[in-house]
C-alpha cells in the first residue's frame, strides 16, 4: 500500500540505515531458561543485593 | 511548534519490532499493553507503520489506518503524527530480514518531559543517553561470578 502523500518528499528523521541489534533479538527469543536469566538480572538491579558494590 | 512547546516535549524514542515469516502470533497483548502504556500517560504514540520485507529486498509500508480490524488501536491511529517520511522506511526497513514483517512504533516518553523541562530550568543539558542491553548486565554478573569463584 502507497504511503501517505504526507510522507512523501520529506527529510527523515532516521538519520542512516538501521543495523539490526541482534541482542535485542535475542532477548526477545525465549530461550532455554529465560525466567531464571530474568530473576538474575532483577536481583542485580535491586537496591541492596549483597556482595554487589558500584565498581566506580 | 513553539519553543515552548518544544521545551516541553519528552524524549522521543523508536523500535522496530520484527516477526520472521510464519512466527508471528497476534493475540491483542501487545495492542492492549500499550494502550496501557498511553492511558497511563506514560508515552504517546506520534507514529506507527507496519513494514513487509519481501524474499527479494523489497519494502512496503502499510499505514495503522489501512489495516484491517483496529478495535481500541483506532484511538491511537488518530492522533498520529505522520512523523516518519519515506527514506525513513528504507533506513528502518535495512535491519529486517527477508521475508520478514515488522511494526515500527515511535513514541514520546511523557514521564521524561517534566525531568527534563526542571533539569534544563536547573542549567543542564543533556550530554549522553542510551539504553543498557539486559545481556551485557548478564554478561557482567557473571563476569562477576567467575571472578568470585576464581578468588575463592
Not at chain 1, 541482542?23 to 532455554?32: F, K, L
Not at chain 2, 524474499?55 to 489501512?66: I, K, R
Request: aromatic share 2%.
Amino acid at each position: 500500500m502507497p504511503l501517505r502523500r504526507a510522507r512523501v518528499g520529506r527529510v527523515g528523521v532516521i538519520g542512516a540505515p538501521v543495523a539490526k541489534t541482534a541482542v535485542v533479538a535475542r532477548a526477545v527469543t525465549p530461550g532455554p531458561s529465560p525466567v531464571a536469566r530474568t530473576a538474575v538480572v532483577a536481583a542485580a538491579v535491586t537496591p541492596g543485593r549483597p556482595g554487589r558494590r558500584r565498581r566506580i | 511548534m513553539t519553543d515552548t512547546s518544544l521545551d516541553h516535549l519528552g524524549p522521543v524514542d523508536y523500535l522496530v519490532v520484527e516477526f520472521p515469516a510464519g512466527a508471528s502470533n497476534f493475540t491483542g497483548e501487545m495492542a492492549a499493553e500499550l494502550l496501557a502504556l498511553v492511558d497511563s500517560g506514560t508515552i504517546r504514540v506520534i507514529d506507527v507503520l507496519i513494514l513487509t520485507k519481501d524474499e527479494d529486498g523489497a519494502v512496503d509500508a502499510t499505514e495503522l489506518a489501512d489495516v484491517g480490524e483496529l478495535g481500541e488501536l483506532k484511538a491511537i491511529e488518530a492522533q498520529l503524527a505522520e512523523l516518519l517520511a519515506e527514506e525513513d522506511v528504507e533506513h528502518l526497513a535495512a535491519a529486517m530480514e527477508p521475508g520478514s514483517t515488522a511494526g515500527v512504533l515511535i513514541w514520546e516518553n511523557l514521564w521524561a518531559a517534566p525531568f527534563a523541562s526542571a533539569a534544563r530550568r536547573a542549567g543542564g543539558q543533556l550530554i549522553a543517553n542510551g539504553r543498557i542491553p539486559i545481556q551485557a548486565i548478564i554478561a557482567s554478573i557473571e563476569a562477576d561470578e567467575a571472578s568470585a569463584t576464581v578468588g575463592d
